[in-house]
Every structure is written in structure tokens, then in C-alpha cells.
């Protein structure tokens, strides 16, 4: 399975960008897709996943701000982030699993198949 992630870019802070995430996998409907990111001199942190079933879990402090949905047709996972803001500055990871455990979702060491990063810079 590979991943690309796409749609990084710097934005001003109360703006908005939406991240891709395109799985080249034809089963892809059965894989569970998270979205990582990792700021200068910081561990890498979890920021949502949509599972295999579309149901999602948001890190608490992007919860009501991002939104993470799933076209199957297209193999795409999306991020959509709006009032963004200068602490969400990092390189955002997409990530994908397919025996995923439930109550792991939030532990990047779980997951299977890793695309690149792209870099989210929100400016003040």
C-alpha cells in the first residue's frame, strides 16, 4: 500500500486548507486512515482517523475545527481544516492500517503503511 498526502501550504491564522491523503490499494474501503503530525523539535502527535465503517476520532484540540472524510471511489481521505492556527504548524502525515486495533487508533505505532509528509504553515 502507498500513500500520497498532498495540500500542505501556508495560510494565514483563521484560515482554512484541506489535506489528501490517495491510497494506491483497490481494497482500500477495508483499510482504517489516520492523519499524524510532527512540529519542529516536537514527537509526533495523532490528529484524526476515519475508520474502514466511516466512523472518525479527533485529537482534542482540532475537535470542531478539522474534519476528516473518505471517498472510497476515489481512494482519497481528506482533511478539511479550518480556523486553523500558528500552533497547528507541522508536517502532516496520512497513515493506514487495515487490522486496526480499536482502542489504538490514536498510536501511530499501529499503523501499517505510512505516505509522506506535508508541511501545514499557519502564520500570525
Known amino acids: 500500500v502507498q500513500l500520497q498526502a498532498s495540500g500542505g501550504g501556508t495560510v494565514q491564522a483563521g484560515g482554512s486548507l484541506s489535506l489528501h491523503c490517495e491510497a494506491s490499494?483497490?481494497?482500500?474501503?477495508?483499510?482504517?486512515v489516520g492523519w499524524f503530525r510532527q512540529a519542529p523539535g516536537k514527537e509526533r502527535e495523532f490528529v484524526a482517523v476515519i475508520r474502514y465503517n466511516s466512523n472518525t476520532l479527533y485529537a482534542d484540540s482540532v475537535k470542531g475545527r478539522f474534519t476528516v472524510t473518505r471517498d472510497n471511489a476515489k481512494n482519497t481521505v481528506y482533511l478539511q481544516m479550518n480556523s486553523l492556527k500558528p500552533e497547528d504548524t507541522a508536517v502532516y502525515s496520512c497513515?493506514?492500517?487495515?487490522?486496526?486495533?480499536?482502542?489504538?487508533?490514536?498510536?501511530?505505532?499501529?499503523?501499517?503503511?505510512w505516505g509522506q509528509g506535508t508541511l501545514v504553515t499557519v502564520s500570525s
Open positions: 490499494v483497490s481494497t482500500f474501503s477495508a483499510y482504517t
Open positions: 497513515a493506514a492500517c487495515r487490522s486496526c486495533i480499536l482502542s489504538s487508533l490514536r498510536n501511530s505505532r499501529h499503523y501499517d503503511y
